[in-house]
């Protein structure tokens, strides 16, 4: 009840609503520590190495041995799905795929290359991230890997485009990346897909991935999905930025279309997918937050924020795609199933299933190993306690294990697994957690992912000071941001024939309210 009194007084005294944006951000991101972080996952020390290179992790807290488990099977028990899917009564299923795409972009553990014979330590203390949000998966991490995937043609009516292709008569995809079996020369330099060696004796499948920036964007249709609107939103941008100015190259239409792009993109992020997890507070997206803040400083990813995103629990066992349930285990890779719906229907689809509800026992068994996988990465990299993170960000710290959950089977687990509540490992006790009114996180999770969310997307160099205008982005651009106010606004603009008002497109499930 505050916070909607709170929303609405916001709304209806502009200059006090941005006040009010201002203080709630500010008091989120001063719960932890500013960057720079004194260490980063190349030493268990402050070295001039932890400082700078960006190819290692950065780290909120110090490297720390914590008591090895007791039995450490057990934990895996606090994950698994036992009596089916548990749904969130706010989030639908464009929910994590957004969320999976806007990590994907820049939360980037570098795998290892066992043909190569690389081992898992140090490789997966390394990331191969950019470290801003800059729709990698769309454009590429490397200025090559952009080329190559640009139209790069000063014709008449082609100036600034990325390349694409209409398939159905009207449904405007990226290229695909395969042609006869083989990756295509011009986008050999693309990061190779992660699992195409899975599928490589699956012909339906290879011909269907697509030739995209990030080598995580073709690994559901979800983000596949999120991958073509923001492709057909860049080439529809760059062709009226090109009408406004026809004496513009093709180089500058296109740079002033991915600047648009990326804004609208941060946007969506703050105003939408924030707002979901919010638990009532609706925040705007208003660079000058972050333009005198102690906070803003260059983005460093951490260790911590590659693991509390790992969200598996939002995803169901099935999903409807047409109107036909398929397994998840079936949809991996599987672009065949946003060609054959296209793009509105794919949206729409996503937007009337209800996610997961993230919280224990509650992963599918098709995703029980990435937990697995997550929880090795925390001790590999050796993060601190549970405990010592809730005090980090000025949480109550547990003193028994019922101060984690008052669910007896969460807490039966955790007493077989540990000798004591301060041996809970970070990724253990952030997804043992009870759930907070309003919100689809529990509430570590969520305090973080506000602190890393706000000081990242805020202090993006395309909302700084002195490039906040609209030179930057053009009238047409510009006119985009300011209109744009949610991801049912780009599809509207990108699909024949729109959105109509019987279709529901939302990350926030129709007719939900707070409690």
Not at 25 to 45: A, F, Q
Not at 130 to 153: F, K
Not at 299 to 320: A, C, G, Q, V
Request: glycine share 6%; with cysteine; charged share 25%.
């Amino acid at each position: 009840m505050i916070m909607k009194l709170v929303n609405t007084i916001s709304e209806m005294f502009p200059t006090l609503g941005r006040w009010i944006n201002k203080f709630v951000i500010n008091m989120l991101v001063n719960k932890s520590r500013h960057r720079p972080h004194p260490w980063s996952t190349v030493h268990d020390y402050v070295s001039w190495t932890s400082l700078t290179d960006k190819n290692w992790s950065a780290r909120h807290l110090p490297a720390k041995t914590l008591n090895p488990p007791k039995q450490d099977d057990a934990i895996i028990d606090l994950f698994k799905r036992a009596d089916g899917p548990q749904l969130c009564d706010k989030s639908t299923c464009l929910f994590p795929a957004f969320a999976q795409y806007l990590t994907d972009g820049f939360i980037r553990t570098r795998m290892p290359n066992k043909s190569l014979g690389e081992k898992d330590d140090p490789v997966r203390k390394q990331n191969t991230s950019n470290h801003d949000i800059d729709l990698s998966p769309l454009y590429g991490r490397t200025g090559a890997q952009t080329d190559a995937l640009r139209l790069n043609s000063e014709t008449k009516g082609e100036r600034g485009r990325l390349k694409s292709q209409i398939v159905g008569g009207t449904e405007e995809y990226a290229p695909y990346l395969f042609e006869n079996g083989k990756i295509k020369q011009e986008f050999e330099i693309l990061d190779t897909p992660l699992m195409l060696d899975k599928f490589a004796e699956y012909p339906d499948i290879l011909s269907k991935i697509f030739a995209f920036g990030g080598d995580r964007a073709n690994a559901s249709p979800q983000v596949s999905m999120m991958n073509t609107l923001f492709l057909r939103e860049h080439n529809r941008l760059a062709k009226e930025i090109e009408q406004l100015h026809p004496n513009w190259d093709d180089t500058r239409v296109f740079e002033t279309a991915r600047n648009t792009n990326i804004v609208l993109f941060i946007k969506i992020v703050i105003e939408e997918y924030i707002n979901n997890i919010s638990s009532g507070f609706k925040f705007r997206t208003d660079p000058s937050v972050a333009w005198n803040a102690p906070w803003n400083k260059p983005n460093w990813i951490t260790s911590e924020f590659s693991l509390l995103y790992r969200w598996h629990p939002l995803i169901p066992d099935s999903m409807k795609w047409g109107g036909v349930d398929y397994p998840t285990q079936a949809t991996i890779m599987n672009n065949n199933l946003l060609i054959s719906g296209g793009l509105k229907q794919s949206f729409i689809d996503m937007s009337t299933q209800s996610a997961g509800k993230i919280g224990p026992f509650n992963t599918s068994d098709a995703l029980i190993r990435f937990e697995k996988m997550a929880i090795d990465q925390g001790r590999l990299v050796q993060l601190a306690s549970y405990g010592d993170y809730r005090e980090y960000v000025n949480l109550s710290r547990p003193t028994k294990f019922s101060d984690i959950s008052k669910n007896p089977k969460v807490v039966s687990i955790l007493e077989r697994a540990y000798d004591k509540v301060d041996d809970v490992e970070f990724y253990v006790g952030m997804f043992s957690e009870d759930s907070i009114p309003n919100s689809p996180l529990p509430e570590l999770i969520g305090i973080m992912v506000a602190v890393d969310a706000f000081s990242q997307a805020l202090t993006n160099p395309l909302l700084s000071e002195h490039v906040w205008k609209q030179e930057t982005f053009s009238s047409v651009g510009w006119d985009a941001i300011n209109t744009t106010k949610n991801l049912e606004s780009i599809v509207n603009r990108n699909v024949a024939g729109g959105v109509s008002t019987d279709d529901f497109i939302g990350i926030t499930r129709k007719g939900w309210k707070s409690v």
